[in-house]
């Protein structure tokens, strides 16, 4: 509970980097030696392939359209403080992204390991728990 | 479980040689790379221990996976491995590694 926003974010985004590292190599491992019957020849891999490739593909467009947001704002002083409510803009936006990334890649063990979902319902309470938490902290104090 | 006999076996390279148990037992390739994931794991566990006088067992299991999951790549190259037991060893390597960087 104790870890900040950009913590949470930063982590999320590392592990959809590293998802995406070893789906990237594995696919083209086999697609380079000609491997009969591809692992990416499975749907659910190919659409978490591609889930995660637009995911994390559209950070740059996203973190771009905030960063104008932020600046194009002009703050107001409040009570012993600034006030910038573009700050709770980038906490939707990049809130989505570490649930779509969390929701992509736990798409996998739900299917082929056939996870139970209630230990899923309790991973995502968990997450969005922290994730609402660490929002708190961000609108409250900026960081 | 009784498995047939050696002098069945029809391709004699040395992919077929070690295709050869699968046709006995199904996840017999599974059980080797879960049998290579835990000497690794132990190994660099142990690595550690004495290098650094403090070990993680998750970091080790999170480097091993990865180790894992490239040695299963080769497999299929190879053709020893098919792709649903591949899938199952990337599942579980991915799931490693989520749990390592969500620790760091």
């Known amino acids: 509970m104790g870890k900040s926003f950009m913590d949470l974010f930063g982590n999320f985004m590392l592990i959809g980097l590293a998802v995406l590292s070893l789906f990237a190599f594995g696919v083209g491992f086999q697609e380079e030696n000609n491997v009969e019957n591809q692992f990416i020849d499975n749907s659910l891999m190919n659409s978490t392939y591609g889930n995660l490739r637009t995911q994390l593909g559209e950070l740059r467009d996203e973190s771009q359209a905030q960063k104008t947001l932020f600046e194009s704002e002009n703050p107001t002083s409040g009570f012993g403080t600034i006030l910038l409510f573009s700050i709770v803009s980038s906490g939707k936006v990049f809130n989505g992204m570490i649930v779509g990334v969390f929701n992509t890649i736990i798409k996998l063990p739900i299917v082929f390991l056939g996870l139970d979902p209630i230990i899923i319902s309790v991973l995502s309470a968990i997450l969005i728990l922290t994730i609402i938490i660490g929002l708190w902290r961000l609108y409250k104090l900026g960081g | ?104």
């Open chain 2, 1 to 104: 479980m009784v498995c047939a006999g050696l002098e069945t076996l029809v391709d004699n390279s040395i992919t077929g040689i070690l295709a050869f148990p699968t046709s006995c037992d199904y996840y017999f390739y599974a059980k080797i790379m879960f049998a290579f994931f835990i000497i690794l794991s132990l190994i660099l566990y142990q690595r550690d221990k004495d290098k650094f006088l403090k070990s993680d067992m998750i970091s080790a299991m999170g480097v091993s996976s990865i180790a894992t999951i490239f040695v299963a790549l080769l497999g299929t190259f190879l053709k020893i491995i098919q792709p649903d037991i591949f899938i199952l060893v990337f599942v579980i390597g991915m799931i490693l590694i989520v749990i390592w960087l969500l620790k760091k």
